[in-house]
Each structure stands twice: as C-alpha cells, then as structure tokens.
C-alpha cells in the first residue's frame, strides 16, 4: 500500500533553519505531484509547498520555504529557513496525481498523506 513517511521535525528557535523529509513508498513515486501541508492548534490545514513540474508557495512562506524531491529515493524534502513562531505546526507530507497552480492548494486532490511531524519554533 502507499505510505509516506516524514521526518526532520523539532524545536527550533526563531530564525533557525529545519530540513524536513518525506519517503514515499507502494506506487511510481515520480508520477506524483508532492506537497507539503500544516496545521497548527485549532486551525484548519494549511497548503505550504508542492512540487510537480513547477514549484508553488503558499505566500507566507515565500523566500523562505523550498521543496525539493529526489526522485531516485523517493523523497520530496522542505527547506525551511528564518524560521518563525507563526510557522509552528504539525507538517503533513502528501501525495496526488496533481496538475496545476490552482488544483495543487487543495487538499483533496492528494490521497495519500503522511501521519505528521511537529515543527515548534519558539521566539
């Protein structure tokens, strides 16, 4: 079956950088579109980053954030650098055959998802 599974998460404080990764396994990884997602504490999930034949960026995040993936180890990665406390959340990896600026922000259209890693970032 898919699974994906992140890694990379911790306490940081602000301005700190934190590289995140997410391994995917069970289907052709490089026919998928990745993106990273958060949600943070009483908030609905939010879309950070994907990666498919471009790159998109939630703006907040924009000159900060990178995705990348590394299609020979099934892994898409999230650099995160000048880190905020407003960026605190748990960052779910995710998986879908995705096409588009538009179509890539909503949340379902991936149906594979991981089951999370905790990103603290304290000021």
């Known amino acids: 079956q898919v699974q994906l599974v992140e890694s990379g998460g911790g306490l940081v404080q602000a301005g700190d950088s934190l590289r995140l990764s997410c391994t995917a396994s069970?289907?052709?990884?490089?026919?998928?579109?990745m993106a990273w997602w958060r949600q943070a504490p009483g908030k609905e999930r939010q879309f950070v980053a994907a990666?498919?034949?471009?790159?998109y960026y939630v703006d907040s995040v924009k000159g900060r954030f990178t995705i990348s993936r590394d299609n020979s180890k099934n892994t898409v990665y999230l650099q995160m650098n000048s880190l905020k406390p407003e960026d605190t959340a748990v960052y779910y990896c995710?998986?879908?055959?995705?096409?588009?600026?538009?179509?890539?922000?909503?949340?379902?259209?991936?149906?594979?998802w991981g089951q999370g890693t905790q990103v603290t970032v304290s000021s």
């Open positions: 995710a998986q879908g055959l995705v096409i588009g600026p538009t179509r890539v922000r909503v949340q379902g259209v991936y149906d594979a």
């Open positions: 990666i498919s034949g471009s790159t």
């Open positions: 069970g289907r052709p990884f490089s026919r998928y579109a």
